[in-house]
């Protein structure tokens, strides 16, 4: 299962899915689980030039989880204050 992230209205240009968090999980035909993958909020940030840091851009974001880029099948809105 992957989780990217994307940020619309970004000051700074971005890819429109971000891969923040990955986990590996093997089903059998018909199984279900429960993944958790957590993505601290130090993963949202981008290095500013700038600064000569890092920098959190604060707003609205979407998480988007699949098991690939192409197959997302679920999202997620969130927002950094």
Known sequence: MQVYTGKTK???????????????????????????????VEKLMYYNEEL????????NYTLFVGNASDNIIKKRKINIK
Do not use: H
């Open 10 to 40: 970004s000051k700074v240009k971005r890819a429109i899915k971000e891969l923040k968090g990955f986990k590996k999980v093997y089903l059998e035909a018909g199984e279900t689980k429960t993944v958790e993958i957590e993505i601290p």
């Open 52 to 59: 000569s840091d890092w920098s959190l851009e604060k707003g």
